[in-house]
Nanobody, 126 residues
Framework: QVQLVESGGDLVQAGGSLRLSCVAS????????MGWFRQAPGKEREFVAG????????TYANSAKGRFTISRDNAKNTVYLQMSSLKPEDTAVYYC???????????????????WGQGTQVTVSS
């Protein structure tokens, strides 16, 4: 089992930046493909970004491309999501997730992930 704890969510103005962190405990994250998802009120949880075990491959939702960067530090057991040029539509609870599956690229489907954090709120004001 791996436990995931997200942090870094905040209230920011449009155009601002935030860095989310996801710290894992219980097992090393080098064993997992990692992903970031988000869920806005009344909407389904959606994929934001993912990264393979070594960090050699990253995948982004179209809404995140060019603005968000996912990275990982396996030595620190931490995954990051750097977000810039934030928009009000980025407002959501952001979740970190870990998958033990074998993939060439991080999957975009929530059910492919085995472990989830509790989420951190990101609010972008206009």
């Amino acid at each position: 089992q791996v436990q995931l704890v997200e942090s870094g969510g905040d209230l920011v103005q449009a155009g601002g930046s935030l860095r989310l962190s996801c710290v894992a405990s219980g097992r090393t994250i080098s064993n997992y493909v990692m992903g970031w998802f988000r869920q806005a009120p009344g909407k389904e949880r959606e994929f934001v970004a993912g990264i393979t075990r070594s960090g050699g491959s990253t995948t982004y939702a179209n809404s995140a491309k060019g603005r968000f960067t996912i990275s990982r530090d396996n030595a620190k057991n931490t995954v990051y999501l750097q977000m810039s040029s934030l928009k009000p539509e980025d407002t959501a609870v952001y979740y970190c997730a870990a998958s033990s599956g074998i993939f060439a690229a991080a999957p975009r489907t929530p059910r492919m992930y085995d472990y989830w954090g509790q989420g951190t709120q990101v609010t972008v004001s206009s």
